[in-house]
Each structure stands twice: as C-alpha cells, then as structure tokens.
Nanobody
Framework: QLHLAESGGGLVQPGGSLRLSCVGEGFSLDYYVMTWFRQAPGKEREGVACSSNMDYSSHYVESVKGRFTISRDDSRRTVFLQMNDLAPEDTGAYYC?????????????????WGQGTQVPVSS
C-alpha cells in the first residue's frame, strides 16, 4: 500500500525555522514529482515548493522564494522542506504529495498520493 507520512511540524515563532520531512512508504519516489502544499485555515490548498524527478530542479511560489528549500533523497524515499524566516502567513497544514508527471505543476488534481499533513502554527 502506497503511503506518504509527514513529520516535523510544530509551533514556531516568527523568524524561526522548521524542517519538514516526508517519507514514502511502499513505493519509490524516483518516478514522481514531489510537492509540498499548504492549507491555511479557511483557504484553499496551495502548492509552495516542488521537486522534479527528471532533472532534480526545484520550483517555488513567489511568497516562499529565498526562505524555503525543497530537497529529496530518493535512496531514503524522503523529501524535505527547510523553512526559514517563518512568518504568521506561513501558518497552515503542510502536506507532501506525489504525482506521475514530468514537470512541476501545482494542480492538486494531478497528485494521487498525499500525506496526512503536519501542522505549522507560526505565532509569538
């Protein structure tokens, strides 16, 4: 059974950092584009960072560029999201997802595999 499991969330103060992890269980990540999404309270889920399995390039939405870094270790079936200089607007549930596509895209309908999410509240 294919499964993604996130970890690493928790309460953090503005300006702080967190590192999220996502482990693929039951499948190899080599064949998938891996993306981190987040969903703020009362808002739609949005993609924030994506890692291509074709050329291992990374893509970010404008609001997180320079602060977030996505990386992957396919040998460990793990994707990471390093988040620095966090702000209250980064608050939300963070999900990792896998898609059998060839380039990074943020349409949620393309992603067949989702984790259960990890909460990241940013507050003083």
């Amino acid at each position: 059974q294919l499964h993604l499991a996130e970890s690493g969330g928790g309460l953090v103060q503005p300006g702080g950092s967190l590192r999220l992890s996502c482990v693929g269980e039951g499948f190899s990540l080599d064949y998938y584009v891996m993306t981190w999404f987040r969903q703020a309270p009362g808002k739609e889920r949005e993609g924030v960072a994506c890692s291509s399995n074709m050329d291992y390039s990374s893509h970010y939405v404008e609001s997180v560029k320079g602060r977030f870094t996505i990386s992957r270790d396919d040998s460990r079936r793990t994707v990471f999201l390093q988040m620095n200089d966090l702000a209250p607007e980064d608050t939300g549930a963070y999900y990792c997802a896998a898609a059998s596509i060839s380039v990074c895209e943020y349409s949620t309908g393309l992603y067949a595999q989702w984790g259960q999410g990890t909460q990241v509240p940013v507050s003083s």
